[in-house]
């Protein structure tokens, strides 16, 4: 008979395509059986009669110990924030390694690389910033490091790190001769540049001037441009954060018709309106992000889009900023919209927010919890052996307490930002428990693991480089 190192017993086990009770078997980190384990040996056994048990968070979208477009370094540490996320629920994340103006992207990469080292106490891997295509480098170093492993690259289209289209037509290309899946932020330069001036010569500096500064349509213009890129390419792209209704259709319908395109949204889009920012004062500056909230119809459409399959999984673009000098008020109190950083945390807050609204309050099938949280985006982008519970893959697990209510306070998060954005907001279900490779790394809302324990991904092939259509032939007959 087969000994296990750790049973978690007479759970509910709720993965994308499974619902039910079931006892887990762990061995050397893995998950080696599913089922009734009562006889089984073991050197431990935990009875979890009355909790779920869903595959770890998967969170591909974070912004950790990074230096911001404005020179701003972000509040988390990979220690703090990946402690929070731990804590949240999340197992294993993808940060970004931002190229700054005139560096070598292998040079970003290992700054990263390093930090993640010492710090990260969860699983982890990067998204390449290419932010200046006029190093003499960057397209080998491009090359290079998607075949060592770094298998996502993310371009601007806005602010001051955007890419020309020329530009995101060159990375394009060497990511779908490569293997790479190319991540965009999708909105339109010129209409928001134009929208914030005239805001800011009018007076209007008050944070909630930033929503307006924001035009539906910087998104939905550059949406649906990166939308006809993926159509000529033959190659999927994936759009980040969407907050619009007509993003969304616009994605929907290249769906309809072939177009290989992937979609995500954030927490913050589904359950926060642009209201948000109109607080008294400076207050409004600590929900700020970009693209902001909208409005409750979005919301509306956000939700029915994960219900049919248009946005593919929700992140939650942990963007994390202190709300004092060091911050979002590094410019000081007394400045227009357009001088405070951008961001909220959200690494801790996801999976329960998420967890509330689908599981206990039904809004999708439960299922679905686990496959826009984990599964989905570990397929999506290639994190071999996690966001799933079966045998042979990583346990990376949480036990949650279905019935669990807590209502969030002013700073009850462990990251380093100092304030909670959902303060007030009930939830129902909670995070009691998390496990890394089989390992508990946080428990009764205390941290476990040690900095530096997290392991780095390696992701030798994702969907992008496998599900290609035939790559567009560039002839006579192509020419209008």
Same mark, same amino acid.
């Given at each position: /008979?087969?000994?296990?190192? *750790?049973?978690?017993?007479?759970? &509910?086990?709720?993965?994308?395509?499974? !619902?039910?009770?079931?006892?887990?078997?762990?061995?050397?980190?893995?998950?080696?059986?599913?089922?009734?384990?009562?006889?089984?040996?073991?050197?431990?056994?935990?009875?979890?009669?009355?909790?779920?048990?869903?595959?770890?968070?998967?969170?591909?979208?974070?912004?950790?110990?990074?230096?911001?477009? /404005?020179?701003?370094?972000?509040?988390?540490?990979?220690?703090? @924030?990946?402690?929070?996320?731990?804590?949240?629920?999340?197992?294993?994340? =993808?940060?970004? @390694? #931002?190229?700054?103006?005139?560096?070598? *992207?292998?040079?970003?990469?290992?700054?990263?690389?390093?930090? $993640?080292?010492?710090?990260?106490?969860?699983?982890?891997?990067?998204?390449? =910033?290419?932010?200046?295509?006029?190093?003499?480098?960057?397209?080998?170093?491009?090359?290079?490091?998607?075949?060592?492993?770094?298998?996502?690259?993310?371009?601007?289209?806005?602010?001051?790190?955007?890419?020309?289209?020329?530009?995101?037509?060159?990375?394009?290309?060497?990511?779908?001769?490569?293997? #790479?899946?190319?991540?965009?932020?999708?909105?339109?330069?010129?209409?928001?540049?134009?929208?914030?001036?005239?805001?800011? #010569?009018?007076?209007?500096?008050?944070?909630?001037?930033? $929503?307006?500064?924001?035009?539906?349509?910087?998104?939905?213009?550059?949406?649906?441009? /990166?939308?006809?890129? $993926?159509?000529?390419?033959?190659?999927?792209?994936?759009?980040?954060?969407?907050?619009?209704?007509?993003?969304?259709?616009?994605?929907?319908?290249?769906?309809?018709?072939?177009?290989?395109?992937?979609?995500?949204?954030?927490?913050?889009?589904?359950?926060?309106?642009?209201?948000?920012?109109?607080?008294?004062?400076?207050?409004? @500056?600590?929900?700020?992000?970009?693209?902001?909230?909208?409005?409750? !119809?979005?919301?509306?459409?956000?939700?029915?889009?994960?219900?049919?399959?248009?946005?593919?999984?929700?992140?939650?673009?942990?963007?994390?900023?202190?709300? !004092?000098?060091?911050?979002? *008020?590094?410019?000081? &109190?007394?400045?227009?919209?357009?001088?405070?950083?951008?961001?909220?945390?959200?690494? +801790?807050? &996801?999976?329960?927010?998420?967890?509330?609204?689908?599981?206990?309050?039904?809004?999708?099938?439960?299922? +679905?919890?686990?496959?826009?949280?984990?599964?989905?985006?570990?397929?999506?982008?290639? *994190?071999?052996?996690?966001?799933?519970?079966?045998?042979?893959?990583?346990?990376?697990?949480?036990? %949650?307490?279905?019935?669990?209510?807590?209502?969030?306070?002013?700073?009850?998060?462990?990251?380093?930002?100092?304030?909670?954005?959902?303060?007030?907001?009930?939830?129902?279900? %909670?995070?009691?428990?998390?496990?890394?490779?089989?390992?508990?790394?946080?428990?009764?809302?205390?941290?476990?693991?040690?900095?530096?324990?997290?392991?780095?991904?390696? &992701?030798?092939?994702?969907?992008?480089?496998?599900?290609?259509?035939?790559?567009?032939?560039?002839?006579?007959?192509?020419?209008?």
């Amino acid at each position: /008979m087969s000994r296990y190192d *750790l049973i978690l017993t007479s759970a &509910r086990v709720l993965t994308a395509t499974h !619902d039910g009770i079931a006892d887990i078997g762990i061995r050397d980190g893995k998950i080696a059986a599913l089922g009734d384990l009562s006889g089984a040996e073991t050197g431990d056994r935990r009875d979890l009669t009355g909790k779920v048990v869903t595959p770890g968070g998967v969170d591909v979208h974070c912004h950790i110990e990074q230096m911001s477009g /404005m020179g701003l370094m972000n509040a988390d540490t990979f220690e703090t @924030a990946t402690r929070s996320a731990a804590i949240g629920g999340t197992t294993s994340v =993808i940060s970004f @390694a #931002a190229q700054a103006r005139g560096q070598r *992207l292998s040079d970003a990469m290992s700054d990263y690389a390093s930090a $993640a080292c010492r710090g990260a106490m969860i699983d982890h891997a990067f998204h390449m =910033i290419v932010a200046d295509m006029s190093v003499p480098s960057v397209a080998e170093d491009m090359r290079r490091l998607i075949g060592e492993g770094h298998r996502s690259i993310k371009v601007f289209t806005t602010y001051n790190i955007q890419l020309s289209d020329r530009e995101i037509c060159e990375v394009i290309g060497i990511a779908r001769e490569a293997g #790479a899946l190319v991540c965009i932020h999708a909105e339109n330069d010129g209409l928001i540049g134009w929208t914030k001036e005239r805001l800011v #010569a009018a007076g209007k500096h008050a944070p909630r001037y930033h $929503a307006v500064s924001h035009p539906r349509l910087a998104e939905i213009e550059a949406v649906e441009r /990166m939308i006809r890129f $993926a159509e000529f390419f033959a190659t999927p792209l994936m759009l980040f954060h969407i907050s619009t209704r007509e993003a969304l259709d616009a994605i929907r319908a290249a769906k309809a018709r072939g177009v290989p395109v992937w979609a995500e949204t954030c927490p913050h889009y589904l359950m926060m309106a642009a209201d948000f920012l109109d607080r008294d004062g400076i207050e409004g @500056a600590k929900w700020m992000c970009s693209p902001p909230q909208r409005a409750t !119809d979005d919301q509306v459409a956000l939700w029915e889009g994960l219900g049919d399959g248009t946005l593919s999984l929700v992140s939650s673009d942990h963007a994390p900023y202190r709300f !004092d000098e060091t911050g979002k *008020l590094s410019q000081g &109190r007394d400045v227009d919209f357009s001088k405070i950083a951008n961001g909220l945390p959200g690494l +801790e807050v &996801r999976m329960p927010l998420l967890f509330d609204e689908i599981v206990s309050k039904g809004r999708l099938p439960a299922t +679905e919890f686990a496959r826009l949280t984990a599964t989905e985006p570990a397929r999506l982008y290639g *994190l071999s052996g996690k966001g799933d519970i079966a045998e042979g893959f990583d346990a990376d697990l949480v036990v %949650w307490g279905p019935y669990v209510q807590v209502t969030y306070g002013p700073d009850d998060l462990n990251d380093n930002v100092g304030y909670n954005p959902w303060e007030g907001r009930t939830v129902t279900g %909670w995070p009691e428990m998390t496990l890394l490779r089989g390992k508990v790394v946080a428990e009764a809302g205390a941290v476990r693991a040690e900095p530096g324990t997290g392991r780095w991904i390696d &992701r030798p092939a994702i969907g992008a480089a496998t599900d290609r259509s035939p790559a567009p032939e560039y002839t006579e007959a192509t020419m209008p």
